[in-house]
């Protein structure tokens, strides 16, 4: 056998070319959402800190970044699908990760928006409830994205 033929069936092969550009493009605005995400919750992580207590421009940080998260996995998570029709759990899931993200924000403004317990002459404060609401958004948002997973059925 010689060395070409033995690189050849050693080197996999994949039925699928995948849209490389569009994947990597996605996975690097995840990461820098995640980035941005993490200046807004733990800036002290950074050398921001400013305040003891998580705030209105915080928490926007912290949205902002979910946000573009959010987009890059949707982009990441359609490029995979590639030219065939999404099922309909992708396209359920697809809903899911934007409802996830609005329950997401209107729980952590919740007190901006006149929702929470804490109104706005006061200062407005991130709470166990509004942390919870949060943090629910972001499961629902992670069930969407597994919902988005191309699969093959055999």
Known sequence: M???ESAANISPTYPINYPMR???????LTLLGFLIFL???????FGL?????LGFV???????GLA????????SMTALWKDQPRS????IGQRMVATGYLVAVFAGMADIFGLGSHFLPGVPYFGIWQQTGLMFGQFVIAVG???MLPYKRK
């Open 22 to 28: 569009r994947i990597r493009v996605g996975l690097g």
């Open 2 to 4: 010689s060395p070409q």
């Open 88 to 91: 309909i759990a992708a396209e």
């Open 145 to 147: 994205f597994l919902m």
């Open 68 to 75: 573009i998260m959010c987009v890059g996995g949707y982009l």
């Open 39 to 45: 200046v807004g919750a733990r800036p002290d992580m």
């Open 49 to 53: 800190n400013r305040s003891p207590v």
């Open 58 to 64: 915080q928490v926007s940080v912290v949205e902002v």
